[in-house]
């Protein structure tokens, strides 16, 4: 429709992504079946997923040689490395460990074409005031990380968390402000589990991170085990349209458990055919 058929139906004229959207799978290490390294990037291959999803930490100094290793030829993409972070101490030498922590894991990060390191900038209750953390965050902690990871070819990647888990950074459209705010090397990320508490639209969350969103967490939305498990809860095409409006092409990764005593491949094989299946549907 052209834009005088758009003013006299009242809707807005959408402007598709340059290049459409696409569903790329991706299991965080821990969840993938296998022992070795070889065995579990087998997994992923064979069963259709596009990505993996690393933990960061000491991890990445143990293992980030050979994981570069394994991943050449492979079709695989290294999506984020998950793991905590808190910048809201009240003293300043505090937060300074913190960055200190995290700028040579940017480094392997960048090494390994990675996505970028999720970081959640405050847990629970933070030390500092919320305008003071902000802008600390913003123009220093954050920043520095930020500026790091793009000179070493990656980002980071703020989540939103739950306002049960930290107050500071609920939502993604607030992430993607402070993404915007400061700068190159910094992006936000969405998942489903936190949002079906704080967002009003999964649809509308992802829309308003547009090109920022860089990684997608998913869980069943009753328990936060794997998609699937929890029935008709488990609906996903609200927010798979959403990503489709803005042409995501990042991974969509498990970050949830597994009832117990579970046959855990049926159970990853079961959300995978779910999740394409919900998202031809969006
Ligand atoms: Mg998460």
Redesign the pocket.
């Known amino acids: 429709m052209n834009s005088r058929d758009s003013v006299k139906t009242g809707m807005p004229k959408l402007t598709p992504p340059e290049k459409p959207a696409a569903l790329n799978l991706c299991l965080q290490w821990r969840a993938i079946p296998g022992e070795e390294m070889d065995q579990k990037l087998d997994f992923l291959e064979a069963n259709g997923f596009a990505a993996v999803e690393i933990p960061s930490g000491q991890w990445l100094f143990d293992e980030g040689d050979r994981l570069k290793d394994a991943m050449a030829g492979r079709k695989l993409f290294i999506a984020t490395a998950c793991g905590p972070s808190d910048f809201s101490y009240v003293e300043a030498e505090k937060r300074e460990a913190e960055v200190a922590k995290f700028l040579p894991q940017l480094e392997v990060l960048g090494g390994l074409k990675s996505v970028g390191l999720i970081i959640c900038p405050a847990r629970k209750n933070p030390g500092l005031p919320f305008p003071e953390l902000r802008e600390d965050f913003v123009t220093n902690t954050g920043k520095r990380l930020a500026e790091h990871a793009a000179k070493h070819g990656t980002r980071i990647v703020l989540?939103p968390l739950q306002r049960a888990e930290t107050k500071f950074l609920r939502q993604v459209a607030d992430g993607a402000t402070m993404a915007r705010d400061i700068g190159p090397g910094c992006t936000v990320m969405g998942?489903f589990?936190?949002m079906s508490k704080e967002e009003t639209s999964f649809m509308g969350a992802f829309v308003s991170a547009g090109k920022r969103l860089s990684h997608v967490?998913v869980a069943s939305l009753t328990n936060r085990k794997v998609p699937g498990v929890d029935g008709p809860a488990d609906n996903y095409v609200d927010g798979f349209q959403g990503l489709k409006l803005i042409g995501y092409r990042g991974a969509v990764s498990l970050?949830g458990g597994f009832p117990e005593g579970a046959d855990r491949t049926e159970l990853i094989l079961n959300m995978a055919k779910l999740l394409r299946e919900q998202w031809a549907t969006a």
Do not use: I, L
Request: charged share 50%; proline share 0%.
């Open positions: 989540e998942d589990w936190h967490h970050e």
